[in-house]
């Protein structure tokens, strides 16, 4: 069975070609600046790596793109689009309504556009990629929505609820969501198996640190507690977001700098984070390089960002009473051993001691063990694969059929 992969985004369209006996990628590639000047189609497969420009006006012309690349007589890797057995699709916001994924109906679309309020970057661009792709695939082939905050739907009413007039969460739904949710639910599973043992058993915390970043806290495989809330805003500083601030910050400045909500947004999500306390960069290998060369800024940036991300995991050890393994994954997760020994020396209260010659070895695509033989917390690095999450829903609800 051969799966494909779709997370549709306001301007783009990532995709990824699953043959699933055996889990190989057969292609993938993204479809950039959908709508603008200067689009293109990026494609890649085991012997191809091609980009092409090509006017791509709106998703259904980019799913067409990709069906002709997957296509092509040259670099192609289907003969037929019949091949494709069914389509899963990343969908961000799946409110309270959505526990699991599920087969797309014009019924599961109507409730997806529901929650748009929620995720306006996100959602309608996931139900934009649905309809492209029904258009272009035929009613035939089955759709399949897997949705990032499911995960994260067994959260107790305690660490869901804000402290606001209960009203709003009645009226707007307003509530701790949490995100990654198909990043999270993969390395916790990987990790229970590198354990050798049933997640049912384990207590685990997951850290998801890349430029959107999140940690989890997951008792016997359920979320009991997770860093991002009504949106990926909230938690811990990110690439260029702020993370949680006393809420007085927001009206503060908007009424200093005469701002309004939709610009203040704009501030706290693109302009704030690793990119607003450092002054240089949003990315952390420009950041690591001012701060080798004495910029002082720099350096509060890790400081923060490495004591903020500790702070999370000690009270996450505390909401799971103890912890039996500690994951690293994502860009910076998985490719800063510096993060990961500033983090896990914070952590040494709680019995976690880093093995530095392991965590040096794990970077650029090692995977492996951190923590020393004497830790009482097993650390590791666990490579995320959010793609095969959604292309394993995806083969089951379509076998189930």
Do not use: W
Request: some cysteine; aromatic content about 6%; hydrophobic content about 40%.
């Amino acid at each position: 069975m051969k799966i494909l992969v779709i997370n549709a985004g306001s301007s783009s369209l990532k995709y990824q070609l699953i043959d699933m006996d055996g889990e190989k990628v057969l292609a993938k590639g993204n479809c950039e600046r959908i709508g603008g000047e200067g689009s293109c189609i990026g494609y890649k497969t085991d012997s191809a790596n091609l980009k092409k420009e090509v006017a791509i006006p709106d998703h259904a012309v980019a799913f067409t793109e990709v069906k002709n690349m997957l296509l092509d007589p040259e670099v192609g890797v289907i003969k037929n689009l019949s091949e494709v057995s069914a389509v899963g699709h990343r969908v961000v916001q799946g409110g309270s309504t959505f526990h699991e994924s599920c087969l797309v109906t014009p019924e599961v679309i109507a409730e997806v556009e529901k929650f748009s309020p929620l995720a306006p970057l996100h959602n309608p661009a996931n139900i934009q990629g649905i309809l492209s792709s029904q258009e272009v695939f035929g009613a035939d082939t089955p759709q399949i929505a897997v949705f990032d905050t499911a995960f994260h739907s067994t959260m107790p009413e305690k660490a869901y609820m804000y402290a606001i007039p209960y009203e709003y969460y009645e009226k707007y739904g307003v509530r701790r969501y949490g995100f990654h949710g198909t990043s999270h639910r993969f390395v916790s599973t990987e990790m229970a198996k590198r354990m050798g043992k049933d997640i049912k058993d384990l207590k685990l915390i997951t850290c998801h640190i890349g430029n959107g970043s999140s940690i989890t806290a997951i008792d016997g495989g359920k979320v009991i507690d997770t860093t991002m809330g009504l949106t990926p805003l909230d938690g811990f500083m990110m690439g260029t977001r702020s993370g949680s601030l006393d809420p007085s910050v927001v009206t503060f400045i908007e009424e200093k700098e005469n701002l309004t909500p939709a610009e203040m947004d704009a501030v706290l999500n693109k302009k704030s984070g690793m990119l607003g306390i450092s002054g240089v960069s949003s990315d952390d290998r420009d950041i690591a390089a001012a701060e080798a060369a004495g910029n002082p800024r720099a350096k509060l940036t890790h400081d923060m960002l490495y004591y903020q991300i500790a702070k999370y995991v000690g009270a996450y050890y505390v909401a799971l009473g103890g912890c039996d393994g500690i994951v690293f994954t994502a860009g910076l997760g998985e490719n800063q051993p510096a993060l990961r020994k500033k983090v896990c020396e914070y952590l040494k209260a709680i019995g976690v001691e880093i093995d530095d010659a392991r965590n040096e070895a794990c970077i650029h695509g090692n995977e492996g063990v951190l923590s020393s033989d004497n830790s009482k917390i097993r650390v590791e690095l666990v490579a995320t694969n959010e793609e095969l999450v959604i292309a394993r829903d995806t083969k089951a609800i379509v076998e189930a059929l």
